[in-house]
C-alpha cells in the first residue's frame, strides 16, 4: 500500500520522513488493572461478535534445568487434563457448549493458555482458564497419556524441517545455558519426569506476579477483572523460590553439521547474535526481518523484474538457484537476547551457495542499503499493524510484548519509531552487527559438501565478502 498522495517517482511514494500513515495515528484504548495477588489483567477492546481471552505465564522451557527439560511443555497439555472441579470431559463440554476453541502453546520464557469464545462468554471464559491454572489435579494417569503424545511429536521431527531447525539453531547459539535447549525438552528424559517435576514446575513458577491475563475482541475490562479475582483468587502472589536460570545467556558462534544421507534436501540455518526485545535496536532489527522477509520458489522465482524481486537482495540472489524452494528471515528476540539470521531449504546442489547467501547478504547491509528497501519494509510493517483486525492477533501481539518488553507497546508508537529509520541507520546497524561478524552456522540433510571442511574460520571469511573474492569461498 503507497502511504503518500505524492507521485510515485518523488521518493517513491514514501511519507516525509518521520511521518507516520495517519491511521496509525490513532490506538485503540489499552486497559490495563493489578489484582491484589498480583495478577495483571489488561483489555483491548475491536468490533467483532467474537472474544479472545488469554493466560500468560512467565515460565517456560528457559525455567527448567537439564534433569527437567521439557517439564513446562508437559504442564501446558496437562492442565486441561482435569481440575477439582470439573473432568476434563466437563472441561471439554463445557467449550462445546460455549462455541469457543481451546489451545495451549509453551515457549521458551512463556506459555499461553487461550479460549476463543464469542464476546458475551468472555467472562466464563476467565473462569474455565483461571480453573485449570489453579486447581489443576496433576493426575498421573494423564501425564502418562501426555507423555506417550509427546513422545509421539518426537517421533515426528525430522519431518518438520523448519521447526527442528529453529531448535537446533537455538542449541548451536546457547549451548550453555537453558534457553538453548528444545521447548518440548529431551525424549529419552521427558520419559523419566514424574507428576512431582511437574507439580513442583508450577508451584515455583505460576504466581500472581508471573501471570498476564489478556482479553480483545468484544470485551469489557470491568467484567473480565471481576471474573479474574474469583478465578485466580487462590494464587499467591509471589514464591520464596528464585527464578531459574534469570542470568543473561551468551552467545557462542559454531559450526554444527547433522549429516543425513537419506534426506533429499538441505536445511541451512545462518544467525547472529542480536539485540534483546528490551534493546534500543530492537524495532531495527524487525525492520530487518522485513526487508529480506520470506521466500517461496512457486511465488518468487519468476522473471528477474517480478516486483517481488527487483528490490530485494536475498529473492535475487535465491532466484539464481533453481532448487532453492524456500528462505525465512527470523528475528528470535527474548527479554535479554536475541537471534537473527536465515533459515533456507532447498537441494542438497546448492549447499555451499545457501550458506553463503545467508552470509551474504547482511554483508553486503554493512556497505550499501536502498532507500526502496526501507521503504518497502516499513509499508509491510504499517499493513501487519492496521492488519491486527482480528481478536487473536491482537491478543498475541499484546502477550507477546508484555511477556518480553514488559509493557503494552501502541501501534502509533512502533509506527513512528521505525519512521524515523533511513537506509543510513540501517545500513550503520549491519556494519555494526553483521560486517566481519561470527554467526552460528547450522546445517543439516545431505551436507557432505560442507560437513568435511572442519574450520570456522573457512566459513566466517564469508562475512567479509565484500573486501575481495578471496572472502567468498563458500560462492558456487
Known sequence: MQFSKAPIMKDYGELPFGEIPEPLKYSRPFLESKLSNGVTVCSEKIAGATAHVSVYVKAGSRHEDLTTTGTSYLLSHLLARGTTNRSKTEFAQECDNMGAVYESKADREWTRYSLQAFGGDAGRAVGLLGDIISNSTFNSGELELVKEEVSREHEANHTRYAETMLENIHFNSYRDHMIGQPIKGDRDLTATLGIDHVRNF???????????????????????????????????????????????????????????????????????????????????????????????????????????????????????????????????????????????????????????????????????????????????????????????????????????????????????????????????????????????????????????????????????????????????
Open 202 to 476: 508450577h508451584a515455583n513458577n505460576y504466581y500472581g506476579d508471573n501471570i498476564v491475563v489478556v482479553a480483545t475482541g468484544d470485551v469489557n475490562q470491568d467484567d473480565i477483572v471481576e471474573a479474574a479475582e474469583q478465578a485466580f483468587a487462590s494464587l499467591p502472589q509471589s514464591v520464596s523460590v528464585e527464578t531459574a536460570n534469570s542470568n543473561t545467556p551468551v552467545y557462542h558462534p559454531m559450526l554444527m553439521m547433522i549429516r543425513d544421507d537419506e534426506m533429499i534436501n538441505t536445511n541451512v540455518g545462518v544467525f547472529y547474535d542480536a539485540p534483546s526485545a528490551r534493546d534500543p535496536d530492537y524495532w531495527a532489527f524487525r525492520l530487518f526481518q522485513k526487508m529480506l522477509g520470506n521466500y517461496r520458489i512457486d511465488e518468487h522465482a519468476g522473471h528477474i523484474n517480478d516486483p517481488q524481486k527487483q528490490y530485494n537482495v536475498i529473492h535475487t540472489l535465491l532466484g539464481e538457484y533453481p532448487d532453492v524452494t524456500r528462505a525465512d528471515c527470523h528475528y528470535l528476540a527474548y527479554s535479554d537476547c536475541g537471534l537473527w539470521g536465515n533459515y533456507l531449504y532447498g537441494n542438497e546442489v546448492f549447499t555451499r551457495g545457501m550458506n553463503w547467501t545467508a552470509c551474504h547478504v547482511p554483508t553486503v547491509y554493512g556497505h550499501y542499503v536502498t532507500q526502496v528497501e526501507v521503504i518497502r519494509a516499513r509499508n509491510r510493517m504499517y499493513n501487519d499493524m492496521m492488519g491486527f483486525e482480528d481478536a487473536r492477533s491482537l491478543n498475541e501481539d499484546i502477550g507477546n510484548q508484555i511477556m518480553t518488553i514488559g509493557r503494552r507497546v501502541p501501534r502509533s508508537e512502533v509506527a513512528t519509531r521505525i519512521a524515523n529509520l533511513d537506509a543510513y541507520h540501517m545500513k550503520k546497524l549491519a556494519n555494526v552487527y553483521f560486517y566481519d561478524a561470527e554467526p552460528c552456522w547450522t546445517n543439516w540433510g545431505p551436507i557432505e559438501q560442507v560437513s568435511v571442511v572442519g574450520s570456522y574460520k573457512y566459513f566466517k571469511g564469508n562475512t567479509m565478502g565484500t573486501v575481495t573474492s578471496m572472502h567468498q569461498s563458500l560462492h558456487d
